[in-house]
């Protein structure tokens, strides 16, 4: 790989909007050795990265840390992670890390040179800063559309004939409840990643965007993509392991199951080390690397993820994960988002609280605890449902859960 290859660049042929504005490509300052962005607003930050890219220069987009410390060699970049302990950490990577995947994307998705990019969230993100920078590499016109009142993103995306699409189930939930009657026939793809894209929303975008091809995949900030679904995906899969990435499940003594364990996943994918904070989930052996995620495989190579091993827990000696709970409830109900929250219990270790964003429904209450109770058991279905105006996020676009937590507290 040429020196070229192993960094990213600003392509002569493409283009760069914050929302519907241009971005200049020239007469922008030679950027320093390494740039520490401040991606509070988003014209600024997009004119910074441009420079920083046309200078071969390291970069870090961030919000809300003090990146005083922070620093990289010229072909490596620090991104933040989007994960829900509301501390980000910097993910320091090299940028050849990224770069290949998108040379990958390119040939599984066919982009062309018609094809224009777009994403909804904010650039401190990995995922709308990996969009960002795919389009401006391969030489498509990228859009940051962050700024953009999410009542006000469709139009941008049929007006300027968007073909691709990165967000995560959150942000695709608000482009549906924002949108009035206008479809986005122009759409043919949306990579959705993030988190689980639930039902609900999958048929709301489906019915928006009748011509795209709904494709989520599965990743992390540390390791970028490990699985991609398809059509023939098992539902409540998140489908089978992206080229040149080898996933194993692993038993508590580090053996390989067919049972539930911790997912590790070895690719030439993965992230250096954090330049910012630490995870203690976080382990590498044998090349192979774990974030403490679990989950389990099918016979023919299919994941399934049960959840965070830091969110997993007991209840009457019976393994819980969370995760699964909230799925299940935003299946089964009008409810596009909720969270399971644990407390502790003197007799059975903890009891769950359900908290479901919208207004105060009693019925809707009963019936998501009588649910509940079918499928999971009494031990295990939520004691309490709570219900929020509007859950808090973090600026991946996942539920806050720490500042959740305590909304709960507040509420005793």
């Not at 990995?126 to 391969?138: D, F, K, P, T, W």
């Not at 549906?176 to 639930?198: K, S, V």
């Not at 479901?356 to 019925?363: I, K, Q, R, T, V």
């Given at each position: 790989m040429t020196d070229n290859q192993q960094r990213f660049r600003w392509h002569p042929d493409a283009q760069l909007f914050a929302g519907a504005l241009p971005v200049p490509s020239?007469?922008?300052?030679?950027?320093?050795?390494?740039?520490?962005?401040d991606a509070i607003t988003t014209a600024d930050a997009l004119t910074a990265l441009g420079?920083?890219?046309?200078?071969?220069?390291?970069?870090?987009?961030?919000?809300?840390?003090?990146?005083?410390?922070?620093?990289?060699?010229?072909?490596?970049?620090?991104?933040?992670?989007?994960?829900s302990s509301g501390q980000p950490k910097g993910i320091l990577r090299r940028q050849s890390s990224w770069i290949d995947s998108f040379d990958t994307n390119a040939r599984l998705f066919g982009y062309t040179?018609?094809?224009?990019?777009?994403?909804?969230?904010?650039?401190?993100?990995?995922?709308?800063?990996?969009?960002?920078?795919?389009?401006?590499?391969?030489g498509l016109d990228a859009?940051?559309?962050?700024?953009?009142?999410?009542?006000?993103?469709?139009?941008?995306?049929?007006?300027?004939?968007?073909?691709?699409?990165?967000?995560?189930?959150?942000?695709?939930?608000?482009?549906?409840?924002?949108?009035?009657?206008?479809?986005?026939?122009?759409?043919?793809?949306?990579?959705?990643?993030?988190?689980?894209?639930?039902?609900?929303?999958?048929?709301?975008?489906?019915?928006?965007?009748p011509n795209a091809e709904i494709r989520v995949f599965y990743g992390a900030a540390e390791t970028s993509f490990i699985t991609l679904s398809g059509p023939d995906t098992p539902h409540a899969s998140v489908g089978q392991a992206y080229p040149e990435v080898t996933i194993q499940i692993r038993d508590p003594d580090g053996q390989k199951t067919t049972q539930i364990g911790e997912v590790?996943?070895?690719?030439?994918?993965?992230?250096?080390?954090?330049?910012?904070?630490?995870?203690?989930?976080?382990?590498?052996?044998?090349?192979?690397?774990?974030?403490?995620?679990?989950?389990?495989l099918d016979r023919t190579g299919n994941l399934y993820l049960m959840g965070r091993k830091t969110r997993m827990l007991q209840i009457a000696d019976q393994t819980v994960f969370p995760e699964g709970i909230e799925a299940q409830i935003c299946a089964a109900t009008p409810i596009a988002a909720c969270a399971i929250l644990p407390r502790p219990d003197p007799v059975r270790g903890h009891?769950?609280?359900?908290?479901?964003?919208?207004?105060?429904?009693?019925?809707?209450a009963a019936e998501v605890q009588q649910l509940c109770r079918e499928r999971f058991g009494p031990l295990i279905a939520p004691k309490q449902v709570l219900f929020h105006p509007a859950l808090p996020l973090l600026g991946s676009g996942k539920i806050d859960l720490p500042k959740l937590s305590k909304w709960v507290e507040d509420q005793a």
């Open positions: 020239t007469g922008v300052r030679p950027a320093s050795r390494f740039c520490a962005i420079a920083a890219l046309q200078s071969g220069s390291g970069f870090c987009l961030y919000e809300g840390i003090d990146p005083s410390g922070l620093s990289s060699e010229p072909d490596q970049f620090i991104t933040l992670s989007g994960g040179a018609q094809d224009r990019i777009a994403v909804l969230g904010r650039l401190s993100h990995s995922l709308a800063l990996y969009g960002v920078l795919e389009s401006l590499h391969l859009f940051a559309l962050d700024a953009v009142p999410y009542r006000k993103q469709a139009a941008i995306l049929a007006a300027r004939d968007i073909s691709i699409l990165y967000a995560t189930p959150t942000q695709l939930r608000l482009l549906a409840l924002g949108t009035a009657t206008e479809g986005l026939p122009h759409l043919r793809l949306i990579l959705c990643g993030g988190g689980a894209l639930d039902d609900s929303t999958a048929q709301s975008i489906q019915s928006l965007c590790w996943v070895r690719s030439p994918y993965l992230f250096d080390r954090y330049a910012l904070g630490h995870a203690d989930d976080t382990q590498l052996r044998d090349g192979f690397l774990s974030v403490g995620e679990m989950g389990r009891r769950l609280i359900a908290v479901l964003e919208g207004p105060a429904n009693a019925d809707l």
